[in-house]
């Protein structure tokens, strides 16, 4: 039968019913379709941009079937050249692809299709569900947080950013005594070196940046959702009942919201119920989410800037935010001022400076008694107590070189040298 529209999700399944007929390719053509044990048929998993077919080969083990639901001319660049790029760069959380130009024949069309290994496990948010409130929790979460940062760290040494990285698209696989396997699935948005198809979509919101907009396609694409996801990860681990922030599959703790708001309640819940660990990981999250998006590109970076040892700095940018505290006088070289939320005091020290500067004893910013007191905010530009720079933070104006006004001292001694020499002078005139 002549189709002149693009197959929809009965017609795929319709298809899948005599795969001897419609598929192409002749590992499909001899496959048997996972059934759906409730409505009969073939079973169909739809998405946002895909339908996907379970076939079980003749020679065993599975494949997935995907057939977009349009038109993307740009998928086969995609995938074709991803397939071989992972030949030559593989990744164990990344599976193998195969791009079908000419996958389904229905009537006079033909048809693309996706061939990919089929992954099982469940999304990461159904796993964490699941296995939350069970004994060893605590434990099994520490080593799904290290088996995503190892993906993150083999994804980021070849160069390739998924695009869209979030719960849905994670699948977890727990193999009893075995360590827990990682998969990504959904590569419609991936980049790697070379690629010559464009990113175009703009991934989940509940993970990126609010100014994701602002970067290029490129290897740093994921770091802030990866960040998001492995902060989200230790944060379970040591505190589970942060579960209650969670709400939709496709999500872990955050939502969009929170994203753009430090003082939203997971926040809070998050800095004050877990280790320092997760703390310090928090903080510069939440002050990276405030700049820009490039601060960081990778998982690996962020997590060096956030040890106690990191410097929280890129581009002279200091992670300040903190939760509301009485403001005392800062005494330690760790702490910022001013802190966080409020405005700066006028005479404060600008908000991206540490507490003393580095090098500088506190001692030599103690501010200057009330009387007459200037800071620099106060002068005008070019104008210092001696016509130069401005003083630094805290110090009162510089005079001039010798004891202030030591030049006055003078005055006295010539007054008395005069009135001397004045009576001597008269005494003369008298005697003559």
Not at 193 to 199: D, I
């Amino acid at each position: 039968m002549p189709v002149k529209t693009w197959p929809d999700a009965s017609m795929f399944q319709a298809c899948a019913q005599r795969p001897d007929r419609f598929f192409l390719d002749p590992e499909l053509r001899s496959a048997t379709f996972e059934p759906d044990r409730k409505h009969g048929g073939a079973q169909v998993w739809s998405g946002a941009r895909a339908k996907v077919l379970r076939a079980n080969r003749a020679t065993g083990g599975s494949v997935a079937v995907r057939l977009s639901n349009k038109e993307d001319l740009a998928a086969s660049v995609r995938y074709g050249e991803l397939d071989r790029y992972l030949a030559g760069n593989p990744v164990s959380t990344m599976v193998r692809t195969k791009w079908l130009a000419q996958g389904l024949r229905i009537g006079d069309g033909t048809f693309p299709l996706l061939k990919m290994e089929w992954v099982p496990g469940r999304t990461l948010a159904s796993h964490l569900s699941d296995r939350l409130h069970k004994p060893g929790a605590g434990a099994e979460l520490a080593a799904l947080a290290t088996a995503w940062r190892e993906s993150c760290r083999a994804l980021a040494k070849v160069g390739i950013s998924h695009g869209d990285v979030h719960s849905g698209n994670t699948l977890v696989r727990a193999n009893g005594q075995r360590s827990i396997e990682l998969r990504l699935v959904d590569y419609d948005n991936v980049w790697f070196p070379g690629l010559q198809a464009p990113v175009k979509e703009a991934g989940h919101p509940a993970f990126q940046h609010p100014r994701r907009s602002e970067l290029t396609a490129g290897p740093g694409l994921d770091a802030v959702p990866n960040t998001l996801t492995y902060l989200s990860l230790i944060a379970l681990a040591d505190d589970p009942a942060l579960w209650r922030f969670h709400d939709g599959d496709d999500r872990l703790l955050f939502e969009k919201a929170d994203l753009t708001d430090p003082s939203r309640a997971v926040w809070q819940a998050v800095r004050t119920g877990t280790g320092s660990a997760v703390t310090g990981l928090a903080e510069l999250t939440v002050d990276w989410l405030q700049g820009p998006p490039g601060r960081f590109e990778s998982l690996e970076q962020a997590l060096a800037a956030a040890q106690p040892n990191g410097s929280h700095r890129t581009g002279g940018r200091l992670n300040t935010w903190r939760s509301p505290a009485p403001r005392t006088s800062p005494t330690a070289a760790s702490r910022t001022w001013p802190p966080r939320p409020g405005p700066a005091p006028a005479t404060s020290p600008s908000p991206q400076l540490t507490w003393p500067p580095a090098g500088r004893p506190a001692a030599a910013f103690a501010p200057a008694p009330a009387s007459g007191r200037q800071t620099w905010q106060g002068l005008k530009k070019g104008q210092g107590a001696a016509g130069g720079a401005p003083p630094r933070l805290g110090q009162p104006p510089a005079t001039r070189s010798g004891r202030p006004g030591q030049e006055r001292d003078h005055i006295p001694a010539i007054v008395v040298v005069a009135v001397l020499v004045a009576i001597l002078v008269i005494a003369l005139m008298v005697n003559t």
